[in-house]
């Protein structure tokens, strides 16, 4: 479903994302994990159509994101670490308007926009305003958005920070019973490395803009011979604190400037 050969993300000098290459099977569960900025996110918006390769190759089931970016976009579901609603509109209107972007036919779009939003238990909420929404409202309401048009993939960039317990497993069951009755590939990354052993079927670990590591959770333990991923994560990452600085984030931004011109 997934294909990455050899991909390269720079910005100006900055290399975010080194020479990578993996693949996701078509119904997996992947798990992509990495410090801060490590390039999670980078390879994602590469993945996603929103930024395009230095050098090296995408395939996403079947097509590639730079020269085929709408094909791909109808592909895949995406929630994204940052919010992306718009509060101004209710939650139906949010929906509505995806729906309408991705040419879902009006009687299933209405069809599927009830079920999601009963789902995800935000269905007697569906005519207040998003900006009344909690966070963790706002989360479920971006997952239903991403599945409204039915996706082969849906792409998670830490989709659970900041929620409750009890949000976070309603969703994974949820995304569960989507990837085993629809046979839905999920794409995720996550700090929570609890979530990442339970979930994942494999697991990739990228950092410095490398794939350090990849494999099932109990392969990852044992090529570290740690007991848990959390601790075969930090023998492969290092214990340091990992902070996006401003020093980096400053170098990204100026990076990002002079590319664009």
Known sequence: MIKVNNLTKKFHNFVAVDNISFSVNDGEIFAFLGPNGAGKSTTIKMLTTLLSPTNGEVIINGHDPVREPDIVRRTFGIVFQDPSLDDELTAWENIELHGVLYDVPDKLRKERAEQLLKYVDLWDRKDSLVKEFSGGMKRRLEIARGLLHHPKIIFLDEPTLGLDPQTRN???????????????TIFFTTHYMEEAERIA?????????????????????????????????????????????ASSTDRMRTARHRWRR
């Open 201 to 245: 079927q494999r697991i990739a670990i990228i950092d410095h803009g490398k794939i350090i590591a990849s494999g099932t959770s109990e392969e990852l333990k044992s090529q570290t011979n740690t007991n848990s991923l959390e601790e075969a994560f930090l023998a492969l990452t290092g214990k340091n604190i990992r902070e996006e600085s």
């Open 170 to 184: 309603h969703m994974w069951t949820y995304l569960k019973e989507l990837n085993k009755n629809e046979s839905t």
